[in-house]
């Protein structure tokens, strides 16, 4: 037995207890090397330990998290595969067997994937002003367990991995083996998933400049998707991936056309189940709630719902900032030129939400009517464009001036002159981050 502080004996059941409870791994780790008696007890119940704590670090879609590990991808990666053979593979068991060490890391690996990606959909469909996910315990076991599975049959059907000699009957093949895979689910975790990879599509569709290549980027998964949010870009992914080049009667084209949505029609028809609509929301068959969704904006009160913008998605503003840049400044290159240099880093979107915090610290210094502008109130996409053109300015000629810049004599017309425009000699020997004091201001 292992004494506490009071000297009062602690039984091994407490002690199992404890490590039951350990939220990860490398904390389950931890806690054992801190005693002899912790890992005698670990050593005594190995299986039942290693999964409770697989199903802390996880969560209850641990079933699909291991199916997703442990699927033998090598045998069934080929279009003579027997669909129903796919299907029988490697089931979804609730009796966890032995979690091996490199199973640990990779789980742990997915489960960040997957709960990024969480946090992400709760933000957009949830709850706006929260960069940390807001779903109950169900809604997540539903996200989740769809993600899990939508990871599954990516890695079963990637885009890297088919011949460039492919015809027809290949293909039909691989989309009956789709079917097969996607038709062992029952309709509601069925329809649960159709709503997460229309999520996935979404983000997709903020880079990509066709369908085509929203098919070829959705294929890539809960690993693609997160990449491409966190770039704002498929640049890296499609380096990773060597995606394919592709004509418009290409077999890639037909490879990967409605990748998910075809199966599930397939599955729909078959099973006579009215198939989701278009215009549904992406919160359906996930969310029993969603917060805010008839919010309107703080300032015009413009409904918005979850499309205000919030501290917590600034992040996501996808307009070009030298484009607000007030009036004919941005048309003047000795003004658009070094304000690029000095806002290059605002790609990131972690510094473009400081950075547009950091803006409401200019309130004071501009017209009466920002009075009251709060960084934590709710804007629309009109109002938070009217506030940043109102304050990018003052903000650049500050950054100018901190990095040793003398602003010559102010032009009459400040950032309203239309000869900063076409002569150069004008735009450069006259200040124009300024407010006019002639002309029309307006």
């Not at 899990?148 to 990516?154: T, V």
Request: proline share 6%; net charge negative; aromatic share 12%.
């Amino acid at each position: 037995m292992l004494f506490s502080g009071n000297g009062l004996p602690v039984d091994d059941d407490i002690l199992d207890r404890i490590l039951t409870f350990c939220p990860t791994f490398q904390t389950l780790q931890s806690t054992m090397i801190t005693s002899k008696s912790f890992y005698r007890v670990f050593q005594t119940h190995p299986k039942s330990i290693t999964r409770a704590v697989a199903y802390n670090a996880v969560g209850p879609a641990l079933p699909q998290a291991l199916r997703v590990l442990r699927y033998p991808y090598d045998e069934y990666n080929t279009p003579d595969a027997d669909p129903a053979a796919m299907v029988e593979a490697c089931e979804e068991d609730h009796l966890i067997s032995v979690i091996t060490a490199e199973e640990k890391q990779k789980l742990q690996e997915n489960s960040r994937i997957v709960v990024k990606l969480e946090n992400i959909y709760s933000l957009r469909h949830k709850d706006r002003t929260s960069k940390t996910s807001l779903l109950t315990s169900e809604e997540s076991w539903r996200f989740q367990r769809a993600m899990y599975r939508i990871m599954l049959f990516c890695n079963l059907f990637p885009s890297t991995s088919y011949s460039e000699d492919m015809d027809d009957e290949c293909i039909e093949k691989i989309r009956r083996q789709r079917t097969a895979m996607l038709k062992e689910y029952p309709t509601t975790e069925l329809q649960e998933l159709h709503s997460v990879t229309k999520f996935l599509q979404g983000i997709c569709e903020e880079v990509a400049p066709d369908a085509s290549l929203v098919q070829m980027l959705l294929s890539t998964g809960p690993y693609g998707a997160m990449t491409i949010w966190e770039n704002r870009s498929y640049d890296t992914l499609e380096e990773d991936l060597e995606f394919p080049d592709f004509d418009d009667d290409d077999v890639d084209l037909k490879l990967f056309s409605r990748y998910f949505s075809l199966p599930l029609e397939n599955i729909w028809t078959m099973r006579k189940v009215t198939p989701p609509k278009d215009e549904d929301p992406v919160s359906k068959w996930i969310l029993d709630q969603v917060n805010g969704a008839n919010d309107t904006c703080s300032k015009c009160a413009a409904p918005g719902g979850l499309q205000l913008y919030t501290e917590a998605n600034w992040d996501r503003f996808p307009i070009y900032l030298p484009n607000l840049l007030k009036h004919h400044l941005k048309q003047n290159s000795t003004i658009t030129q070094p304000f690029y240099v000095a806002t290059a880093q605002l790609a990131q979107p972690e510094n473009l939400a400081a950075f547009i915090g950091d803006l409401f610290s200019f309130t004071t210094r501009t017209s009466p009517e920002f009075d009251g502008w709060m960084r934590t109130d709710s804007y629309c996409n009109a109002c938070l464009v009217k506030f940043l053109e109102e304050h990018l300015w003052i903000w650049f000629l500050d950054e100018r001036i901190k990095g040793g810049w003398t602003p010559p004599e102010n032009c009459w017309y400040g950032w309203n002159c239309r000869t900063q425009v076409h002569k150069r000699f004008h735009a450069e020997t006259k200040n124009h981050l300024c407010v006019p004091i002639k002309g029309d201001a307006i």
